[in-house]
């Protein structure tokens, strides 16, 4: 199956959308245009595909790489669009990690830095010391009086 016609299947059933042709009229297009966008006779524009993701709450970004790498002409094409769907895949991977192994951080309390302090009470200043920038050179005085 092809990434596209999973696409709108999972819309289909995510948006508890019965059928192709009432998925046509939600989006304001014929039914013969998802057709051809099933058919692979034509490709689905990025911005419908933006559309169909928000419909379905999908990641728009990795299904629009899948569905470029998918459609790619060229070995080099494919290879840069499978490239970018790696990298989303990573970065959703690392994402999904943090947030199952690590949910208690999200709800975590900032460390009070005065309790750490031996001074009974007293209070700690930070400073930075700003590092000077170079300074612009003076534009060239005209020599006429």
């Known amino acids: ?12 059933e995510a948006a508890n959308i ?13 039914r013969a245009v998802i ?16 559309q169909l993701c928000e419909m379905a709450k999908l990641d728009g970004p990795m299904w ?3 569905i470029h790498a998918e459609r790619a002409t060229s070995p080099v094409e494919r290879k840069v669009w499978r490239s970018v769907l ?4 990573a970065a959703a991977a690392v994402l999904m990690l ?3 192994a690590a949910p208690s951080v999200a709800r975590a309390n900032p460390v009070q830095i005065q309790s750490f302090s031996d001074s009974g009470g007293g209070s700690m200043y930070i400073m930075l010391q700003a590092r000077s920038l ?12």
């Open 86 to 89: 790696d990298r989303l895949s």
């Open 35 to 50: 057709s051809g966008w099933r058919k692979e006779l034509y490709p689905v524009p990025d911005e419908r595909i933006a």
């Open 98 to 100: 943090v947030v199952v």
């Open 1 to 12: 199956m092809s990434a596209t016609a999973e696409l709108l299947d999972r819309v289909r």
């Open 18 to 30: 019965p059928s192709d042709n009432v998925l046509s009229q939600r989006l304001g297009i014929t």
């Open 134 to 145: 170079p300074k612009k050179p003076e534009p060239p005085q005209s020599s006429d009086p």
């Open 64 to 66: 629009m790489a899948q």
